[in-house]
């Protein structure tokens, strides 16, 4: 393996190692997500509080680190030659980014995946919603209504501490109270 870098200039010889480098911890990367060990199962011994960051990824982590080292790597082997050494470091930095870039955008698209669309009763609160069956005045017995949360139709028990409401009225929702809606007549 020596005698492949043997004639290459150091610049050269950086990009190789750049890019083997990090293709295999790639490699071995995806390979363990697709078991199941993440990154977070492993024990790093680093120094720093890096929790106090509100995103659903990091800028700076190892693996945003293979990622740039890739897309730079396999640029600098792929051009090299082909143009003024600084130009090439520019380019290959640019493609690392990009790299990176196209990581934050997968990892986005992922996390739309594990969304938490279970129906809970207090993302009613403030929704306006169609009674479908009379709701007795003053809490007196329960009616109906119709409401609409994530783009799904819910029929739900609704009571009003006003007068009567009848079918075909709108109503918005003001509290939840034992799993029944509090509405007023709108």
């Known amino acids: 393996m020596t005698d492949f870098f043997t004639g290459m200039s150091v610049l050269q010889q950086a990009f190789w190692y750049s890019a083997l480098l990090s293709s295999i911890i790639f490699l071995l990367q ?10 977070s199962d492993l024990d790093a011994d680093l120094d720093g509080d890096f ?12 693996r945003n680190l293979i990622n740039f080292l890739l897309g730079f790597g396999w640029t600098g082997v792929a051009f090299f030659g082909e143009m003024n050494d600084y130009l090439l470091v520019a380019l290959a930095t640019l493609v690392g980014l990009i790299f990176v870039a196209i990581f934050f955008i997968i990892i ?5 995946l594990q969304e938490d669309n279970t129906f809970q009763m207090e993302k009613t609160i403030g929704k306006t919603a169609e009674v479908y069956l009379k709701i007795p005045a003053h809490k007196s017995g329960t009616g109906k209504i119709q409401v609409s949360i994530n783009g799904s139709f819910h029929e739900l028990n ?8 009848l079918s ?19």
Do not use: C, M, Y
């Open 168 to 186: 075909g009225e709108s109503v918005k929702i003001i509290n939840t109270e034992n799993k029944i809606l509090i509405v007023e007549k709108i």
């Open 30 to 39: 995806t390979i363990l997500t697709f078991v199941g060990v993440e990154s």
């Open 108 to 112: 986005k698209q992922f996390l739309k």
């Open 51 to 62: 929790h106090h960051v509100d995103a659903p990824f990091e800028w700076f982590t190892f």
């Open 158 to 165: 609704a009571v009003t501490e006003g007068e009567e409401i």
